[in-house]
């Protein structure tokens, strides 16, 4: 057993009674995914900036989208003996030996966005929005803007095995579910990105009659959105009319789609995952207080009527 847990030796070094700024010399490893849409890189962006604020050292690993390379970066995090690491992880399965090697050096590890299948007691706190949650508001927002119509749906997925792909079609799936005239007749996955929502759209509305049998998309984050909004319109439809668009993230382009009548609504997700973690972490520094295990950030519906080009002007320059 050793004599403290790394992090709380940083405290006892660094001085107990320093206050807000006492994260400052701490080191902190972050495994990002990679950057497969705007809000990913707008968590990235803000990470940083967090970072910088509070005067910690963070090392930052790009995975391009690779389970195997959060888990050499987290590794090597570990060896390199950093006080904390945040990991916004790929896909919830397959983390339990790293995240209990992480425990075993006493190096607290934070989850960002994402959750894991693993024991809780492997990680230190989660910090992510309520990802079924964010599913049923969609699907809310779907039901009560149709009505009593028929309403063939199509679904982007996000990233195959991603708590918030799982999550998102859950949340959805139980909104429409007691609605018997909604059907969901196409689900894929389109990774996140904008350039496989545009593809995968583009087999939708194929096989659905050039997209005449398409009352609506769900995406679950607003870059697929986006690029399915590209194809619905080369389909030669009208995005938001012919076809409903209602997605996750809450990105500014998806803002100038709203103005433009191209999309319906969005479920904002906040890209600041790092400033309640970096709290967390500064809380246990400072008087070793645990948090809960689960910090949760809010989810908002956005639709045509909230003045879409003025939120796109105060997101503009976020880091998106
Ligand atoms: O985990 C959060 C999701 O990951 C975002 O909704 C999506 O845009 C991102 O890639």
Known sequence: MKSCMRLVCTALLAGSTLGGAQAAGMTVGFSQIGSESGWRAAETTVTRQEATKRGIDLKFSDAQQKQENQIKAVRSFIAQGVDAILIAPVVATGWDAVLSEAKEAEIPVVLLDRMVDSDKELYFTAVTSDTVYEGTVAGEWLVKTVGDKPCNVVELQGTTGSSPAIDRKKGFDEAIKAHSNFKIVRSQTGDFTRAKGKEVMESFLKAENGGKNICALYAHNDDMAVGAIQ????????????????????????????????????????????????????????????????????????????????VYELKKDLGY
Request: aromatic share 6%.
């Open 231 to 310: 194809a619905i319109k080369e389909a030669g439809l009208k995005p938001g009319q012919d076809i409903l668009v209602v997605s996750v993230d809450a990105v500014p382009d998806i803002f100038k789609a709203l103005a433009a009548g191209e999309a319906n609504a969005t479920v904002e997700l906040t890209p600041n995952m790092a400033g309640p973690a970096f709290d967390a972490l500064e809380a246990f520094l400072k008087d070793k207080k645990e948090p809960p295990k689960w910090i949760q950030t809010e989810s908002k519906l956005y639709t045509q009527q909230d003045d879409p080009m003025k």
